[in-house]
Structures are given as C-alpha cells and as structure tokens.
C-alpha cells in the first residue's frame, strides 16, 4: 500500500514513521510512503500556501492551487473543474485531515487497509478552502473532538493504525483481531463490556457539538467553483447567519452524532 503524505512540514514525517511496526512494514515492502512538500506549488517568491478567508475572521485559510497541484502531480491526471469533475482511481483515497471531518475509527482503518493508495492531506492554519474538501478529498476525517495545530500528527495516527492492520504488518496477525474499537456483541457486552450509566447517557444526548463553518479563500473562483456572494458581499450579518447555517449542514452531514441523531 502507498501512502502520500501533503504537507508544510515535510520534515516532521522524519521521525514517527521510523519507528516500530511502520519502519518495519517500509522495510518489509508492505507500505511505501511518500512525503510531499506543499509548497513546490506555489508560484511566488515567498511560497504563500495561505491567505485571509473571505468574510472575515482571525487566521489563514490554505489556499486550494497548491493542493489541487500536488494531488495532481501525484496521481499523474487533472482532477477537473465544476464542469466535469474527475474521479481518483479505484483503490486510492484523497483524505484531507480536518477537524471537522468524520471521526477516524478502527472500522475506518479496516476499510482503507483494503484500499492501495491513500494520499493524506495535511490541514494547517484556520483551515482549509472548501472546495478542497468538496471537489478535491473524497472524504474529510479527523482523529478526534480536539483542535491539534495541523493535520502531521493525524496523518501519523492514520498510517499507524492502518498499517498495523494489513497482512504481514503485524507478526501474529489474530492480534489485530482483538483490540479496542473493533466490533462486539450482545455476548461481548454481558461478559465485560459495559454502556455508558443513564446519567451518562443522558448527559451526552443533551451537550451538541457543532462543527465549525466551512472557510473560502482567493481565488473567487476556481476551475468554475465560486466563493458564495454572501462572503463577498461585506454584509456581516448575513455571513455570520450563513456560517451558522453551514456549520450546521455539515455537522448533520458528517457528525450527525453531536447533534444527537442516528445518522
């Protein structure tokens, strides 16, 4: 399996993926990673990879041409435009690592451990263009309900837990049958297992989380994607009602859970 890893800080990966089960999957053959610095797409002498979201706010948002450029690259065939947009192989996975994404569990990891390639796109800032996570990623993930600086550390987590899981990775390989988040049964839950206590459960159904609003940045528009009027307007009011409403879309969307839903 491939890993491609997208980041500002390419020299991060020197150290957690060379250790362990990982180093020894890389010299096994089983895995081959690749860590790919953002900002050989960039075009200006500086090397901007972010900019001012538009609408306001405190930050910077990643912009989404480099991003585009370095999937590209790597897959080796544009991703299209809103026209007429063009699907990765099948096999491969363009993840972008974001706090608001979908919780990475081990059930997660047992579907990407069946994949071939996964390139891993590492979040920074205050976010990342929406339209990355939109038109770019074919899904958007994140380790947990926590604010980490950027989106190295998850992909670490991420190679980890996959790796461990695919054959030969492991030296006994039932070890991997019996761990945490792996799935169990009424049997499982009377013999050890235990629910959450009703005043627990009742806690958790009450206290929403919502996921936070989703970020534009220049250009206005890109490959025919455009950045909603109403962030461009200079109306603040209306922003601000469009960010709540679209933090709650997609928190219903990918975390339906906080909201106290099934999903």
Request: net charge negative.
């Amino acid at each position: 399996m491939r890993f491609d890893l997208i980041t500002i800080f390419p020299e991060f990966f020197a150290g957690p993926l060379d250790h362990g089960i990982v180093r020894r999957a890389k010299e096994a053959g089983i895995i081959q990673v690749h860590v790919q610095d953002l900002r050989e797409f960039t075009k200006d002498r500086h090397r901007t990879v972010d900019d001012r979201p538009f609408g306001g706010g405190e930050g910077m948002v990643l912009k989404p041409e480099p991003l585009f450029e370095a999937v590209e690259k790597l897959l080796g065939h544009s991703m299209g435009d809103s026209e007429k947009r063009v699907a990765p192989e099948a096999g491969t996975a363009i993840v972008l690592l974001s706090a608001a994404g979908r919780v990475f569990t081990q059930e997660t990891a047992r579907r990407y451990a069946k994949l071939e390639r996964m390139i891993l796109i590492c979040g920074r800032y205050e976010g990342v263009d929406e339209r990355v996570a939109e038109h770019l990623a074919t899904e958007e993930l994140s380790v947990g309900d926590y604010v980490l600086s950027g989106g190295e550390l998850p992909a670490a987590i991420v190679v980890d837990a996959i790796t461990r899981l695919l054959p030969g990775a492991v030296g006994n390989e039932a070890s991997t049958e019996n761990e945490s988040f792996s799935a169990f049964s009424d049997n499982d839950l009377a013999s050890g297992f235990h629910e959450p206590t009703s005043s627990c459960k009742s806690s958790l159904a009450t206290r929403h989380l919502v996921l936070d609003f989703p970020h534009y940045t220049r250009p206005t528009e890109y490959r025919g994607w455009k950045v909603p009027q109403v962030l461009i307007g200079g109306h603040h009011a209306e922003v601000a009602k469009w960010r709540r409403q679209q933090a709650a879309e997609k928190t219903r969307r990918n975390r339906p859970d906080l909201l106290g839903e099934n999903g």
